[in-house]
C-alpha cells in the first residue's frame, strides 16, 4: 500500500507516508489503521488524512447561530473556507467546528467561496441528512446575499441574469460561454449609494462563483473581488480588504419538522 501511495501521489515523500501510517492516518473503509506493511490489492478503498505543514492560522472566527439535533447554522466571516482544500485543512469552516462541538457527524449542506462570509448549514446527523440535502438539490431553499458594487443606472431592476459558465482559465476562475444556461441569479437594488449600490442578489442555481461573473458581467464586479472580471496581480490575501459579499439570509420549510426556518447573518458589509 506505501508504494500504491507514493505512486499516485508523487509529490509525497515516502517517509511522510510512514508517519501518517505510524500515527493511524491511513485508514481503510470501516475507519480502522491501516499498518504501513498493509499489501495492496485491487479496490481496496483507503482513507487520509491530508495535512499541510506549517498552515497559517487565520485570525477571524466563525459564529454559531443555531444548533438542535438535525441542523447548525454558521455565520462564516470572510477568508475562511467551508471545507478543507488547498492550502487550508486546519483552519476551515468544518474542522473549526468539529473541534467545536465534537460533533465528528457535521457535514455542510451547502458551500459558499472562501472569500464570502455569511450564513452555512450543516447537518449534525445522519439519519435526517438525506432529507435536507435533497432541500437544496431540488432548489426548495431560497438565499438571499447582499454585494457592494459599483452603480448600474442604464439598467433596469429587478432583473434575472442567466446565463452557462463553465471552468474558465487559470481553472479555479469561471467563465461565462455560449449555449444553453446552467446558471439563473435574480438582482434587484437595496440602496443606491452613490456610485456604490447595495445589491440583493438570489441565486436560483449554485454554480461556482456565480453571483461574483454575473455581477463582473453587467460591468459591475463586487467591491474587492481579485478573481473577477481580471485575475489580481499576487494571490496573497487582503485582510483589509474582504470581499464586499455577505450570505444574509437563508429560509426553507424544515423536511422534519414542517416548520417554516428562516435564519439571518449577524455580520454586515
Known sequence: MLDCLCAHFPRIPAE?????????RVLD?????LDVTTAYRRHLEVLYFREVPQ????????????????????????F?????????????LLRRLIRQTGNADLVPLHRI?????GLVLFS??????????????EHQVDKFYEALAPALPELEFPRVHRSRLLA?????RMAECKGPANSETHMGVL????????YALSPVSGRKHQLRVHMASLGAPILNDPLYPELASGQADDFGAPLKLLARRIAFTDPVSGQTRRFESRLTL
Open 16 to 24: 511522510v507516508w510512514r508517519d501518517r501510517f505510524a500515527r493511524g
Open 29 to 33: 473503509a470501516d475507519g480502522s489503521p
Open 55 to 78: 498552515e497559517s492560522e487565520l485570525p477571524f472566527e466563525a459564529c454559531i447561530l443555531h444548533a438542535d439535533a438535525d441542523l447548525l447554522v454558521a455565520d462564516k466571516p470572510h
Open 80 to 92: 475562511l473556507a467551508v471545507t478543507p482544500a488547498g492550502r487550508f485543512v486546519e483552519q476551515t
Open 113 to 117: 467561496d472562501r472569500l464570502t462570509a
Open 124 to 137: 449534525t446527523n445522519p439519519a435526517t441528512r438525506s432529507r435536507y440535502q435533497s432541500l437544496f438539490r
Open 168 to 172: 474558465g482559465e487559470p481553472f479555479f
Open 191 to 198: 440602496a443606491r449609494d452613490g456610485p456604490i449600490w447595495r
